[in-house]
Structure formats: C-alpha cells, structure tokens
C-alpha cells in the first residue's frame, strides 16, 4: 500500500542530507538520478576513507591519500549541492535545518527547507564520562585527529633520542591504547610495526625495539564483536609483534604523563583512545526517545518513529536486521544510504517503503605487517592470507584511481623498504608548541 508524502505538487522535492561520510555520500550518490533536489551538508570539505585513518597516524599514508572533496564527487551531477557548514538545529516540524553562521569566513546563518531528510552524522569518540581525558588521550575519528597522533607519536621518538634520563626516555617510548576493538588493535599493530622497523641507524641514541606498546581491553578478548578464534589468533599475532596486550583491565584515570589501570600507574606521555563510539548531538534535535547510546532506533524502513519524512542511517541508527544488531562499520552504513534513498524514491513516486536487510559481506582487521584476522562468514582467514585480503578490500573501496595507484605504490615500497613515507613533523601549529612544552616539563 502506497504512503502518502504529504507534498504538494509543484518543484521537485527538496532532500537535505546531513553528513558527508560513508553512508551519507552512498544515499546522495543514489538519489544523484532521482526526480528530487539533493542537498548534502558536511562540516568538513572531505569524505574520509576512515579505515585507512590509523595508516595516516602512524606514518604510512599522508592524508590526502584517503580524503575526496565532497565537490569532486558530485561534480557531474546538477541536482546535488554541496554545502560546507554546520548544522546547529533540526526542526522537524517544520521541516527545516539551520545552519551555524559567523565561521571566519563572513558565512551567514542559513535555513534549509526539506521534504526528506537523511541523517547521517555518525558518531564521535566516547569517554564514557571522563571527557577530560580527551586532552591527554585523542582519539581517532577525523583527520585532524589522525595527524595530531602522528604529531605525538614522532615527537616522543625526537624527544626521547635527545633524552638523558633512562626514566624519561622509557616515558617516551611507552604508548598505551586504550580499547582492543579494531581501531585498538590497528593503532597497536602499526606502532608497533613504526616502533620496531625503523631503521636503528636514524636514531643515534634511541634503541627503538624497546619501545613499549601497550593495549588495554576491559572486555574478556580483544576484537570481542570476532569469532573466539579469531580473537585468540589476533592477540597472539599482536604479541609476536612485542605488543604488551592486557584484557580485563579497566582505566580509572588518564593525565597527561600517565595512565591508571586499577591501582596500577604507569608513566606514558603517548596515550591514545579507541574504546567507544558516541553518537552525533543531533539525534537529540527530532525530539524521540534514543536509546542508550544516543541513537536512534529506527523502524524497519529506517524512518525514524513518529518522523515519516525523516531517516537516520549509519552509526546514529540503532536497527535489528534478521535478528542480529547492524554493526556500525562502512559497509552497512553504504547500504543504508542507498536504501534510504531507494525509499525516498518510492516515497515521492507515490509507493510504500521496503524494509532494510543488512548484507553482512564480512569484517578484517589488519595486525601490522602480513598479520591480519578476516572473518568473511563462509571462510575464516588469519594471518598472511587475511592480510592480502584487507589490502585488496581497501584498495577497491578508496576513492579514485589515482588514490588507489598512490596507496598501492606506498604499500608496495613500505613492504620492501620497511620505511614509512609520512613521518614529516611541521612547527607551525600552535598545538604542536604546546605539545612539546607539555613533553618537556
């Protein structure tokens, strides 16, 4: 039975989509042909292909190998608008988004009218509150992020060569991540990997293979969302590495010289987080009742309840497929988008909406150099193979042929030079100043 839009005829409906990620950019690419005028709103001028993020963080990619212009995707399509700016309320009412003014740049507040909205602004890091640890352990969601851990984590091994103290130089060179998830384990391997394949003759007076790197998992496993095996072959494959890997260790306090497990202190001036997601703000602005986590628990169609011309997709979405909760990984958010946007089509042609079926098409995590764990539902890969694999899954999802031949030449010459081709420390940031200030008293 077909559901009535509620529009008036006249101009082509106005759909406004608030986020230029992964499952953003899958529903405006989808509705690029469709009868309707597309709007897509982003704070940053960039999709982000964000799980490369952790190779910008440790020195293997430089930045502009993972990031598009969100213009330069929709260059060939006219009913598409990119806007840059923010979003600072949702009236779902009246069916407007308003937009922060006053940047910099002399930008206006704005008002955006919609007939559809999608919202898909994901999530930011979660403290579960303690967000004043953030100043002391970043995490590692935007770019920004990625190249201020860069900037910590070279400048600890600057510092540290030119150090004295045996206490400060092992200061130096302990890294703690925090959170075994993917990103953890990632981080964890890829320092390690930059830790331990340096060449020794870079440093004069720095013995890198001390280097500690250690990753804490309050959970019972690392990579708990894998199968057991899995998870097991991952933690064995992070201490072949050298990394120091601590389950059922709960952080009871962060600064900026030390990390707190239980009563145990210890001395760190590199500590980075990667142990939860929360969920964007603005879920708050529809005025429905959101889970625990901040989301949205949308219906089968991915509208969410009580709000017939609006869907939330991506990590913002809390939805059931066949049972089993949808992750909040790029694959899943990519089919929401463009299933979201399948039903704002046969919303506007006067049809009813279909229900959503996630796709599971696997998950890999890498490990550092040939180590990775790939869980593709009906085979199970580990090691060497599963590596080989996560390259070639990467590769073909980035952006552009141009980035995919850059990636796979800095790969390529990474694996046989074991030397990383992103490790240029800049000093004109003021809170890079501040960072070697804070390292050096």
């Not at 507040?109 to 559809?116: H, S």
């Not at 989301?295 to 939330?312: H, N």
Request: glycine share 10%.
């Amino acid at each position: 039975m077909a559901i009535a839009t509620g529009l008036a005829p006249g101009p082509r409906p106005r759909v406004v989509v608030i986020g230029g990620g992964f499952g953003g950019v899958a529903a405006a690419r989808a509705l690029a042909r469709a009868p309707v005028e597309v709007t897509l709103v982003d704070r940053r001028n960039h999709q982000l292909f964000q799980p490369l993020l952790y190779q910008v963080a440790t020195g293997s990619l430089d930045s502009c190998d993972i990031a598009e212009p969100l213009r330069s995707l929709f260059r060939r399509h006219d009913n598409v608008d990119v806007i840059f700016g923010e979003v600072d309320a949702i009236d779902p009412q009246a069916r407007q988004v308003h937009l922060q003014g006053g940047d910099g740049a002399g930008a206006e507040p704005r008002t955006l009218p919609y007939d559809y909205l999608i919202l898909a602004t994901g999530g930011g890091q979660s403290y579960f509150g303690h967000d004043e640890y953030a100043q002391y352990a970043p995490g590692l969601k935007s770019l920004e992020d990625a190249l201020e851990i860069r900037r910590r984590v070279l400048l600890a091994f600057e510092l540290a060569d030119r150090e004295s103290d045996p206490e400060a130089k092992r200061e130096l060179t302990t890294f703690v991540i925090v959170g075994a998830g993917p990103t953890g384990v990632e981080l964890a391997g890829a320092l390690a990997d930059l830790a331990h394949r340096t060449p020794q003759s870079e440093f004069h007076h720095l013995d890198l293979h001390r280097a500690r790197i250690l990753l804490v998992e309050g959970g019972r496993h690392v990579l708990p969302e894998y199968p057991h095996n899995l998870s097991a072959s991952a933690e064995r494959q992070l201490r072949e590495l050298g990394v120091e890997v601590r389950t059922g260790a709960i952080v009871s306090h962060v600064d900026e010289r030390s990390v707190t497990i239980g009563d145990e202190r210890i001395a760190a001036r590199t500590i980075l987080w990667a142990a939860g997601v929360a969920a964007s703000p603005l879920a708050r602005q529809l005025g429905i009742p959101l889970d625990r986590h901040g989301r949205v628990e949308v219906a089968a169609d991915l509208r969410a309840p009580g709000s017939p011309c609006v869907f939330v997709i991506g990590d913002l979405a809390s939805f059931e497929s066949r049972g089993v909760p949808v992750p909040g990984v790029a694959p899943a958010a990519m089919q929401e988008g463009r299933h979201a946007a399948k039903n704002i089509e046969r919303l506007v042609a006067g049809r009813g909406t279909l229900p959503f079926r996630y796709w599971n098409k696997g998950t890999i995590s890498t490990i550092g150099r040939r180590r990775a764990v790939a869980d593709m539902g009906w085979v199970q890969l580990s090691g060497f193979m599963a590596w080989i694999a996560y390259l070639g899954v990467h590769l073909f999802y980035l952006v552009g042929l141009r980035r995919r031949l850059v990636v796979c030449i800095d790969w390529v010459w990474s694996y046989f030079s074991r030397t990383r081709s992103a490790r240029v420390l800049t000093d004109t940031a003021e809170g890079e100043r501040a960072r070697v200030s804070m390292l050096k008293t």
